[in-house]
Nanobody, 132 residues
């Protein structure tokens, strides 16, 4: 298991930007695969993006071209969000695969690793609210 702490959420207007951060209690290289999910009120948790320890990333179609996930250092990743829309309003969660299996198996940056069940460790989330 690994502890994850998200930060950076807030309220912005449509078209605005936010950067979320996630700090892990162990080196990301030792896990290999990290993800961002989000959950809007009354809806299922939705996958946003994956990134592996090589820095390769994949994105949901709904955020492609507007969001960028990156590794800042050995224990922190960020999610830069641009051109925010009302539909982006949600609680955003950072997730990790502490086992390393997603990365070692080559799955982290494929569609096979976009379900929440692939990730055993989760942060408590940070709220993003976009208003018109």
């Amino acid at each position: 298991q690994v502890d994850l702490v998200e930060s950076g959420g807030g309220s912005v207007q449509v078209g605005g930007s936010l950067t979320l951060s996630c700090v892990a209690s162990k080196h990301i290289n030792s896990m290999g695969c990290m993800a961002w999910f989000r959950q809007a009120a009354g809806k299922d948790r939705e996958w946003v993006a994956n990134i592996d320890s090589d820095g390769d990333a994949i994105y949901a179609d709904s955020v492609k071209g507007r969001f960028t996930v990156s590794l800042d250092n050995a224990v922190r990743l960020t999610l830069q969000m641009f051109s925010l829309e009302v539909e982006d309003t949600a609680m955003y969660y950072c997730a990790a695969d502490p086992s390393g299996h997603l990365f070692s198996g080559g799955y982290c940056t494929t569609d096979m690793a976009t379900g929440p069940r692939n990730f055993a460790s989760w942060g408590r989330g940070t709220q993003v609210t976009v208003s018109s």
